[in-house]
């Protein structure tokens, strides 16, 4: 019975690569042949994992063999297959720029062959960049395993990699996320691990691309057994499979199957490989397929008959031809350009993110009913108690940042949303702010404030990450792709660090609504502020991100305000709209005493992108004849300037909170309230001329604001190649001359 259902695997594997051949010669689909094996062997994976019972296999591939396993083991339509090898979307259907065929995601059932018990197997959409997607499906997995909550060794969604031999051993983020295994914010009790191991990447022979024996050593680094098998082995392989899934279930630990094979054609079928593996393809165009020496090895064992090998066969052959020719009747569309996703997703127009008062006052005993006995920091101690003073109804005393951050997620998990923070060293903070965890001075005991709030409150999950970009925000990303109604926040240390995850960014994050319609809701929390610190801890690359916004891709903000910013997250975490964060958080203004604000401004009011001036709100603002736009903690030197140089009748000082997407309708009306200033109106920033927003606001401000802007112009330092200077005495010699020129005539 086994060994008929492996050569059915077998048969399907390969008819499903010979009919695409045939029918679409030339097209790029990056082709199993050679390697078919992986389609029994993955079915033995599936079956052993709906034998334990568990929940959900997700498998994380790249395009090698896709399409093949799309069809055959996630079970997505072969009709499907073929229209998207036709070019044949039904345009109606998808927004977005779309993706190619071998980079899309889908999700299917799996039924035992033998024996009861099933599971869901799904598949992640992923970019050509190799190995990106293994964090993100790590993600995914750990937020479905949160969310069926079945304890600490409720591990029941399997993660499933497929791996190239020279990606597995030249991607760094392999390494990264290996780490991750083990590790309480990460682990996922687990990973299958599948080496096609081809003994070839795209030209280039394993001597190389790697300098260890084998192109799995990176695994030893958590001691995952590797098991080594032919391809060529159905059974072998099958057995393998099996013990690799039980391994994983008896020790949650990791396992990685080598297996070894070939590569029938080119990297991709346009490719001829004779050209620089000349002898390996000799030997490779003589080799017969692992179909056919397996089913000879079963009519010789005895197993099957020759009469039911070639009805196996040609069954298989003909049902693709059946669907095939189903396919080409079908109405062809004709090409249009495609829609941009911007309207798919809009925000209500009515949100409450206020809170009463005995909201934030719950939160501020948490902060001060610690456990009998507990002993905070004495220097930890003082700023609880301050938080607790902050949230009277009559404080003197203002809200600052790190508190109010605090608010947003205590509100947020009084209404029962789970609340996951990860960083580097974001517990308490970098910059010893935050102090999400309280430890025992003595004993090293943990205590979390926001776990203490109501009794059916979310969980609040903060984690310091691993020492790492690429694996860390790409697992972030992923939880949040996979738990829609928590709210996931990833912090740098500094902002300048974000762009170790730079592939993470610009795959996932920024287009994957538009290329798969994946939706996240992830939060990047990037400290950035010119401050004296040197080129690497001044700048998350405002610039960056803003050029990667379109279609409402993503929200930029650079909050200036405490309740402004607990407005923004908890508008973010409840307005619907399944799209990123990307915060630029202070550092030196987190102890301003002007950056703080006062309890009433979060029972009431809102998240507001654009501030006007608080010393116009009465008036006054014809005498105005000079408006300064800007953004972040810049504000506060420019106001302290203006008094000093005594232009607080002539000069507006405006604040865009939020980059993108630009709030033009509020920009236009805190414009039209200064009529004598719209021939003076100067974008200010103290990052360099090429960096920050203003490459962005420069361009499309004038071209969004209808005439208002007729001569904006910038203030900011030079053009840089790095983002800052070096040294502390130039950055003040710059900022003072920056001043200086914004308040010029």
Not at 283 to 310: F, H, N, P, Q, W
Not at 634 to 655: F, Q, S
Not at 736 to 745: P, Q, S, T
Request: proline residues 5%.
């Amino acid at each position: 019975g086994e060994q008929k259902y492996i050569l059915s695997k077998l048969n399907a594997a390969e008819a499903f690569e010979t009919f695409l051949q045939t029918k679409y010669v030339g097209q790029k689909r990056f082709s199993l042949e050679g390697a078919e094996t992986v389609i029994p062997l993955l079915d033995a994976v599936l079956d052993t994992a709906a034998a334990h019972e568990m929940d959900e296999v997700v498998v994380g591939m790249p395009h090698r063999g896709r399409l093949n396993v799309l069809a055959n083991i996630v079970g997505k339509p072969v009709s499907q297959i073929f229209r998207e090898f036709e070019g044949n979307l039904d345009p109606g259907q998808a927004h977005g720029s779309g993706d190619v065929k071998y980079h899309l995601g889908a999700e299917g059932k799996f039924f035992r062959m033998f024996g009861d018990g099933e599971t869901t197997v799904s598949l992640t959409s992923n970019p050509s960049h190799l190995e990106a997607v293994d964090p993100v499906m790590q993600g995914i997995v750990r937020a479905k395993q949160d969310m069926l909550d079945k304890g600490p060794e409720g591990f029941t969604v399997l993660p499933v990699a497929l791996h190239g031999d020279a990606a597995f051993a030249g991607q760094g983020v392999v390494a990264e996320t290996l780490n991750l295994a083990l590790l309480r914010g990460y682990r996922t009790g687990g990973t299958v691990h599948v080496i096609v191991n081809n003994q070839v990447g795209f030209t280039t022979a394993p001597e190389h691309t790697r300098s260890t024996h084998y192109c799995t050593d990176v695994a030893k680094m958590i001691d995952a057994p590797v098991f080594h098998v032919n391809g060529d082995d159905p059974e072998a392989c099958v057995w393998v499979a099996r013990l690799a899934v039980e391994f994983r279930e008896r020790w949650n630990s990791d396992v990685v199957i080598d297996m070894i094979c070939y590569r029938r054609r080119g990297h991709n079928e346009g490719d001829d490989p004779s050209m620089t593996q000349p002898e390996m393809y000799d030997v490779i165009d003589a080799k017969r397929s692992v179909r056919k020496t397996y089913t000879e090895s079963l009519i010789g064992r005895g197993d099957i008959s020759l009469d039911e090998a070639e009805h196996a066969l040609r069954d298989y052959g003909s049902q693709l031809e059946h669907v095939f020719n189903e396919v080409r009747e079908l109405e062809k569309a004709d090409p249009e350009p495609s829609p941009s996703v911007e309207y798919e997703q809009a925000v209500p127009n009515s949100l409450q993110t206020a809170v009463p008062l005995d909201v934030i006052q719950r939160i501020a005993r948490a902060h001060t009913d610690l456990p009998e006995g507990f002993a905070a920091h004495p220097r930890v101690k003082p700023v609880l108690e301050r938080r607790a003073k902050a949230a009277a109804a009559d404080s003197e005393e203002g809200i600052d940042w790190a508190y109010a951050e605090l608010l947003a997620w205590g509100s947020l998990l009084i209404d029962g949303k789970l609340v996951r923070l990860s960083g580097q060293d974001s517990r308490r903070g970098t910059f010893v702010q935050r102090h999400s965890v309280v430890i025992d001075r003595h004993t090293g005991a943990e205590y979390y404030p926001l776990r203490h709030l109501t009794a059916d409150q979310g969980k609040f999950m903060p984690y310091d990450s691993a020492l790492s970009e690429f694996a860390a925000v790409g697992f972030e990303y992923g939880y949040s792709v996979a738990n829609t109604d928590a709210l996931v926040l990833w912090e740098a240390q500094f902002g300048d660090f974000v762009n170790g995850a730079q592939s993470i960014i610009d795959e996932f994050i920024s287009s994957g609504e538009a290329k798969w319609g994946q939706t996240s809701d992830v939060v990047l929390l990037l400290p950035h502020g010119h401050e004296g610190q040197g080129p690497d801890h001044t700048s998350g690359r405002i610039e960056r991100f803003l050029q990667l916004c379109a279609e409402g891709s993503m929200t930029v903000a650079v909050p200036s305000s405490p309740a402004n910013y607990f407005h923004l997250l908890r508008r973010h975490a409840t307005d619907g709209v399944r799209r990123p964060l990307v915060v630029f958080t202070p550092k030196s203004m987190l102890r301003n005493k002007a950056a703080v604000s006062p309890v009433e401004d979060f029972t009431s009011g809102g998240y507001r992108p654009i501030l006007d001036d608080p010393a116009f709100a009465n008036g006054g603002t014809e005498g105005v004849t000079r408006l300064l736009l800007c953004a972040g903690k810049i504000y506060y030197e420019l106001v302290a300037a203006r008094e000093k140089a005594g232009r607080t009748h002539d000069t507006a000082i405006v604040r865009m909170e939020q980059l993108y997407p630009i709030a033009t309708d509020e920009l236009a009306a805190v414009l039209d309230r200064y009529p004598n200033a719209n021939g003076d109106v100067r974008w200010v920033q103290e990052e360099p001329a090429n960096q920050g927003a203003w490459p962005f606001l420069g361009l499309w401000l004038p071209e969004r604001m209808n005439g208002r802007l007729p001569h904006l112009t910038r203030v900011s330092r030079r053009r840089m190649a790095a983002p800052a200077a070096g040294v502390a005495k130039v950055h003040e010699v710059e900022q003072k001359a920056l001043i200086a020129e914004a308040l010029a005539d």
